[in-house]
């Protein structure tokens, strides 16, 4: 594995400053409430997906889970990328919408699992 004390980042001599320097405190809470809540929302909608509002499930509910967790896979690899400094700190906004997309989907999934307001 690379030494990170030997990268120059294009300067003349040795730095090992964080690629996009510290994150605050404040934006770390940021990020874990960000993604528990999705994770949360997320596991829920996929456990409604396989048991409501019978047994065996519907397979349109299926379907609809499996879109979501394809668009989560998506945001996943952007946060790794984001996390291993790949990406530039600009791209965090992007994640942050597409993070708010799925738990609309996740809450619009649910509504629709429980067939509320039939």
Not at 72 to 92: C, H, M, N, T
Request: overall charge neutral; some cysteine.
């Amino acid at each position: 594995m690379e030494d990170y004390t030997t990268r120059t980042y294009g300067t003349g001599g040795l730095d090992n400053r964080p690629l996009f320097g510290e994150t605050s405190a404040r934006d770390r809470i940021i990020n874990l409430a960000v993604g528990s809540l999705t994770s949360l929302l997320l596991i829920v909608t996929l456990i409604s997906a396989f048991i409501f509002p019978q047994l065996p499930p519907k397979p349109v509910n299926i379907f609809f889970a499996f879109c979501i967790s394809l668009c989560s896979v998506s945001a996943g690899i952007l946060i790794y990328w984001y996390r291993q400094g790949d990406l530039e700190p600009k791209f965090r906004n992007l994640i942050y919408y597409i993070l708010f997309s799925i738990v609309m989907l996740c809450i619009c999934a649910n509504l629709y699992f429980h067939e509320v307001g039939k």
